[in-house]
């Protein structure tokens, strides 16, 4: 076959004309989380390339059509970001020459994005102790007041799930425990209950110790008040409980009191319970009665515990929660507080 030409050029042989075709799909590999919001897809480019040189890759999520490019001719591995924490995703990923893009590759394994990391506040608070009531013998005096539990408050970052354990009954320890993290605050002691030495009067109860702070931490409660005695005469309990701090030791109870005399009679009041003073004011609706020792010695209850977390509202919210958190958002912060053993996840 022979092309003629205006103006007398003529080209001989066959005449082929190719298509302009973009690449073949690529073979998907492995997809593999790398972090809370990153994941890699390896691919092996296709075998038809097209009708020009491919020149990138994309990867595509499932959800949210979140995409990754690579900018390479051969196989290789693209790295997705952008992810949700906690999600699972899959992928497909395509091919792109000067002609166009490819259809997708088939789709590749499931994975889960890892945990959010968050740098969070945190505060523990065991249960004050309870105080220690009335003589057994006759009601001639009345026992210590309870200690004040101990509180670790402090910063870290966490990610997964964190276990919260609340200490609700008089003494009882407070937690909060992740991954190679654990942080604990134990409660107050009880209060004495008064003593009756002789007929002549009783000796009161000491008060409850203080509580001590867990995880090495080398503060420890304050003693309990001495009880007073002395005939006839009314003696009120020693010092009144110490006042805690937050990562410190609670304040240790009062002590009791009696009257000494050789007739049954009521004794004196109790000493007051140890009391707190932990309420960082950058909180929110925190409070600061938790973990106070009962505050007469009648065998009043102590304070509960409590444990809250706090961080930037930046940061997302937990994925879930059990033991039913109050939630706080306001001032620029997430407050988490919990009044009965739970946990949470972010």
């Given at each position: 076959m022979a092309l003629t030409i205006?103006?007398?050029?003529?080209?001989?042989?066959?005449?082929?004309?190719?298509?302009?075709?973009?690449?073949?799909?690529?073979?998907?590999?492995?997809?593999?989380?790398?972090?809370?919001?990153?994941?890699t897809v390896t691919f092996t480019a296709p075998s038809n390339g097209g009708s020009s040189t491919i020149t990138s890759y994309t990867a595509t999520s499932n959800p949210g059509n979140i995409t990754g490019t690579l900018s390479q001719a051969g196989s290789g591995t693209i790295t997705v970001s952008g992810l949700t924490a906690s999600t699972s995703y899959t992928f497909t990923v395509t091919a792109t020459n000067s002609n166009g893009t490819s259809v997708a590759s088939s789709t590749s394994n499931s994975i889960t994005t890892q945990s959010a990391t968050i740098p969070i506040t945190y505060l523990v608070v065991g249960a004050g102790g309870g105080?220690?009531?009335?003589?057994?013998?006759?009601?001639?005096?009345?026992?210590?007041?309870?200690?004040?539990?101990?509180?670790?408050?402090?910063?870290?970052?966490?990610?997964?799930?964190?276990?919260?354990?609340?200490?609700?009954?008089?003494?009882?320890?407070?937690?909060?425990?992740?991954?190679?993290?654990?942080?604990?605050?134990?409660?107050?002691?009880?209060?004495?209950?008064?003593?009756?030495n002789s007929n002549?009067?009783?000796?009161?109860?000491?008060?409850?110790?203080?509580?001590?702070?867990?995880?090495?931490?080398?503060?420890?409660?304050?003693?309990?008040?001495?009880?007073?005695?002395?005939?006839?005469?009314?003696?009120?309990?020693?010092r009144p409980g110490g006042v805690g701090t937050y990562s410190g030791g609670g304040g240790g109870g009062g002590g009791g009191s009696t009257k000494g005399t050789g007739v049954i009679a009521n004794g004196g009041a109790g000493g007051a319970g140890g009391q707190r003073d932990w309420n960082?004011?950058?909180?929110?609706?925190?409070?600061?009665?938790?973990?106070?020792?009962?505050?007469t010695a009648t065998s009043d209850a102590g304070t509960q515990g409590i444990v809250a977390i706090q961080y930037a509202d930046s940061y997302p919210a937990a994925t879930s929660t059990t033991g039913s958190p109050t939630i706080t958002v306001s001032g620029g912060y997430r407050v988490y507080k919990w009044t009965s053993s739970g946990s949470v996840t972010f």
């Open positions: 205006g103006g007398g050029i003529t080209i001989g042989g066959a005449i082929t004309l190719q298509p302009e075709l973009p690449p073949g799909a690529p073979t998907i590999g492995v997809a593999t989380a790398t972090g809370s919001s990153t994941a105080g220690g009531g009335v003589s057994i013998y006759t009601p001639r005096g009345q026992g210590g007041g309870g200690g004040s539990g101990g509180a670790v408050y402090g910063t870290s970052s966490l990610s997964g799930s964190l276990t919260v354990t609340v200490g609700t009954s008089n003494g009882a320890s407070s937690s909060l425990l992740g991954t190679g993290f654990t942080r604990t605050a134990y409660g107050g002691g009880g209060g004495a209950p008064a003593q009756d002549d009067g009783g000796y009161t109860g000491y008060g409850g110790g203080g509580g001590a702070v867990g995880d090495g931490n080398t503060a420890v409660g304050g003693a309990g008040g001495a009880g007073s005695y002395n005939d006839p005469t009314y003696y009120f309990g020693g960082p004011s950058s909180w929110n609706n925190i409070g600061s009665s938790w973990g106070s020792g009962g505050a």
